[in-house]
């Protein structure tokens, strides 16, 4: 398996993969944590969300594909957020490659893409009926951060959904957010 950097060209060859993943149970609040601490299973149901590589163009934009033997096993698309902080807007991983290390290999790759750049860290977001994607950010080192239950209120079918954004702050950010200032000395 290689990971590469490839452009949006890479759109014709998303069709024949499947990214969808299966729903058997969904994370519960609160939210909290350093990862999702309570689930409830739910009925099993398939679950789908369109790659739109294209939006906001490629300008400041990284898409890498995972491949083997010339197939596309899995991709990540990152971007340097305003915050300083990459933004993992993209993971995805062919069903038929799951379980083979392509995700880890794709963080790593983004890890250090956005150490390249100076980047406080990495951030993803995912959803609450995708406790598997929770889990694998977990395993990654990132912490879950913060939510909103809000963002997929207006999109049908996914008004139920509560965005969980993960965090992997790299060091010395991580050490200057945990330290308190210094007082200043008076009189």
């Known amino acids: 398996m290689r990971i590469v950097p490839v452009d949006s060209s890479i759109v014709s060859r998303i069709a024949h993969c499947d990214f969808s993943f299966e729903v058997t149970e969904e994370a519960l609040p609160p939210f909290d944590g350093p990862a999702i601490m ?3 299973p739910v009925p099993p149901y398939r679950k789908t969300y369109p790659l739109d ?3 906001g163009g490629d300008a400041g934009r990284l898409i890498l594909a995972a491949e083997a033997e ?3 096993l899995g991709l990540a698309v990152l971007s340097l957020g305003w915050n300083r902080f990459a933004w993992l807007e993209e993971i995805a991983v062919d069903r038929s490659a799951r379980g083979r290390g392509v995700g880890r290999e794709l963080i790593t790759a983004a890890v250090q893409w956005a150490r390249e750049r100076g980047a406080a860290g990495v951030r993803a977001e995912t959803q609450s009926n995708n406790v598997a994607a929770c889990r694998f950010y977990a395993r990654c080192g990132f912490l879950l951060a913060g939510f909103d239950r809000s963002l997929y209120a207006a999109i ?3 008004g139920r959904e ?8 790299f060091p010395p950010a991580a050490d200057r957010r945990l330290r308190r200032p210094p007082r ?4």
């Open 38 to 40: 309570r689930t409830a």
């Open 53 to 55: 590589l294209l939006a």
């Open 70 to 72: 010339a197939r596309l």
């Open 156 to 158: 049908p079918g996914h």
């Open 162 to 169: 509560t965005a969980l954004f993960w965090y992997l702050p």
């Open 184 to 187: 200043p000395r008076t009189g």
